[in-house]
């Protein structure tokens, strides 16, 4: 079936095509009675494996031609519902998820590899209504989500998801498993939500901010970098809390770990409510 779909490269497809990892890719993420949200069904083979026993799949589809071939092959399939939809612009609290709004959705798919950062990012901002994201993605952008501090992919990605979530390697996947071969490796990840450390999605919107701007310079020292952003009036309060940390001040931004961010922030917005008195 796939050989007969001509891929686009504008939306970075590349389809799974080895049944043994699909259907692994499936028991791994448990399905059975499960409410899932797969992005990126492309021509339905996971999609398949996963309806086979969850409760319900909402399966979300950008390229038309795609989505009109998913309609045919899942047409009578009571528990599949499909949506043609741009991932990047999902929300979870849409109506037409209502029927499950009472429940929190798995997250799976193979995500295009132009748009992983941008398509988690939002997925990270809709974490309450998440119990579990399973995707794939390029294994070099993959990897970041993991990375450690001073490790050279550690950077505002690696940052955000962590503080927000676990992160977890479950199975690197070789080019030779799709079509068209990619040239480079990719990798499942599984992120679990935990107790997040904001209480609104504006104070996500300015932690990213706020790490968004250490390391928008990473060879710079991080105050530096801070001295050229909108965050620039409150580089002494910055300055007096890495202190206090046992930070050293020229510190670079890959050097700070993510309990450390999640600190830094959370002091320079008490001192924000203080100063809005």
Known sequence: MTQNIAPKRSLGQVFLKDQNILEKIAALVEPNGKVIIEIGAGD??????????????????????????????????GNVHLFCLDARKLDLRDPAFAPHAHRRF?????????????????????????????????????????????????????????????????????????????????????????????????????????????????????????????LRDKLPHVEAFLEEMGIPKSCRAQEIDVTGYISLFARLACIEKNDAK
């Open 106 to 230: 798995t997250v799976v798919g193979n995500l295009p590899y132009c748009s992983f950062v941008h398509i988690l990012l939002g997925l990270m901002r809709q974490l309450d209504r998440i119990d579990e994201i399973q995707v794939m993605g390029q294994k070099e952008v993959a990897d970041r989500l993991m990375a450690q501090p001073n490790a050279s992919d550690y950077g505002r990605l690696s940052v955000i998801v962590q503080a927000m979530a676990e992160v977890k390697r479950i199975l690197p996947v070789p080019p030779t498993a799709f079509w068209p071969r990619p040239k480079v490796d990719s990798l499942v990840v599984g992120i679990i939500p935990k107790e997040p450390p904001f209480n609104s999605a504006e104070e996500l919107a300015g932690f990213d901010k706020f790490v968004s701007a250490a390391f928008s310079h990473r060879r710079k020292i991080m105050l530096n970098s801070l001295s050229q952003s909108a």
């Open 44 to 77: 339905g083979r996971l999609t398949n494996c996963l309806a086979k026993s969850a409760e319900t799949v909402y399966a979300v589809e950008l390229d038309r031609g795609l989505f009109e071939r998913l309609k045919s092959r899942f047409e009578g399939a």
